[in-house]
């Protein structure tokens, strides 16, 4: 059950994101395809994240770290290919996408561990 409440929170994320930023830089065109990204987005987090991070371990290492800003940016990226009605307009713009729904995630996860 908390993992469909986290997927609802991650589809609304995605489209409170793609509301703030202009629409030539992200586009959700519906609620359903936000879902959609919200699953693709969880299932490649599953999936190929790990790959890529063991992959990059060594630059993971030496940037501290913050190359998984780059991974989590061509995951966002990825989604965008697979999915049609969702588009990012560049690399720059899914790491922006990628930071800020991870703020988002957290803040709205926050509210899912108080009783």
């Given amino acids: 059950m908390k993992t469909l409440i986290k997927l609802l929170l991650t589809t609304f994320a995605v489209l409170i994101i793609a509301y703030l930023f202009p629409n030539n830089w992200v586009r959700v065109d519906s609620f359903g395809a936000a879902l959609l990204v919200a699953l693709v987005l969880g299932l490649l987090n599953i999936f190929i994240k790990p790959i890529l991070i063991i992959l990059t371990l060594p630059i993971t290492i030496v940037t501290l770290g913050l190359f998984l800003l780059v991974i989590n940016a061509l995951i966002v990226m990825l989604a965008s ?10 690399f720059w713009i899914a790491l922006l996408f990628s930071v800020v729904l991870s703020v988002l995630q957290s803040i709205l996860y926050s509210f899912l561990d108080e009783k």
């Fill in 81 to 90: 290919y697979v999915i049609p009605e969702f588009y990012v307009k560049g």
